[in-house]
């Protein structure tokens, strides 16, 4: 009998966070469409300001492009202005990024508002990209373990192991973000190890097998290989360099050569 694949897909997402017009939206895509359709043996998700994905959903129809929205509400409709429901963003996307550090630092979301988010998005059949992370006073005070762990958990709570085996996760440690200083490759190794054992002991080895955890944090073109070396890395979550045709291509690219599955 043939052995079950038990191999994790590999993921990259591009977080273009408050970035890009819908024109310019559709030119960024179709600078690099081509060259990231010719990449195989990894998701690649693209994840722009809502009001550029009505248009962009035409343009990735016809290639192995998907798209992800930054965030949703976690009510399906009603009188909630300026909100986007689930409802809304599944119409146009497969994925979401959920808990992002820039929605619980600027946007006041709590792990329980999170946890809500992640429930809503599995019953409307949108992967979450649920982010987890700690600041920087956290790491140097040797907190980042209970950090994480606990942003897991809460994130988690009521989710059943059918669910949780579809989760993507994304280690983004805080200081990492956007400022240049990735995480090391061993740092970022060490703590997405840590998350999955405790996605082991939260449900099973069957799920912390499945689940897939990304890296993100000042990922490029130069430290994309060593990130990606590390055997805990299932791909990453790429802010700055999502936004850069050539630097994304390459981290697509190389994401796929050293993880990809054909
Ligand atoms: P960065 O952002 O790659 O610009 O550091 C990553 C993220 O916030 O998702």
Not at 23 to 39: C, G, K, Q, S
């Amino acid at each position: 009998m043939p052995q079950p694949d038990l191999r994790r897909h590999p993921i990259i997402a591009g977080n273009w966070k408050m970035n890009k017009t819908a024109d310019e939206a559709m030119d960024l895509v179709e600078e690099m469409i081509d060259d990231l359709d010719v990449v195989e043996g990894a998701t690649i998700v693209l994840c722009p300001p809502f009001v550029a994905l009505y248009p962009l959903v035409d343009l990735v129809e016809q290639s192995s492009i998907m798209l992800g929205a930054q965030n949703m509400y976690y009510e399906e409709a009603g009188a909630y202005t300026g909100e986007i429901s689930p409802v809304m963003v599944a119409d146009l996307c497969d994925y979401v990024i959920l808990g992002h550090s820039e929605r619980r630092q600027y946007f006041g979301e709590s792990d329980a508002d999170v946890n809500k988010k992640v429930k809503l998005a599995f019953k409307h059949s949108l992967i979450p990209i649920m982010c987890v992370g700690e600041t920087l006073a956290q790491r140097e005070a040797g907190e980042t373990e209970r950090v994480v762990g606990s942003q897991l958990r809460l994130g988690l709570e009521g989710v059943p192991p059918h669910q949780a085996r579809e989760m993507v996760i994304a280690y983004e440690p805080i200081w990492a973000i956007g400022t240049g200083h990735a995480a090391t490759p061993q740092d970022a190794n060490a703590t997405i190890g840590y998350l999955r054992q405790q996605l082991r002991e939260l449900y099973s080895a069957v799920v912390s097998g499945a689940a897939r955890i990304l890296y993100g944090g000042s990922v490029t073109a130069a430290n994309v290989r060593d990130l990606m070396n590390q055997p805990e890395l299932d791909g990453a979550l790429v802010g700055g360099a999502s936004l850069k045709p050539d630097d994304f291509v390459r981290i697509c690219a190389v994401t796929a050569e050293l993880k990809g599955i054909r």
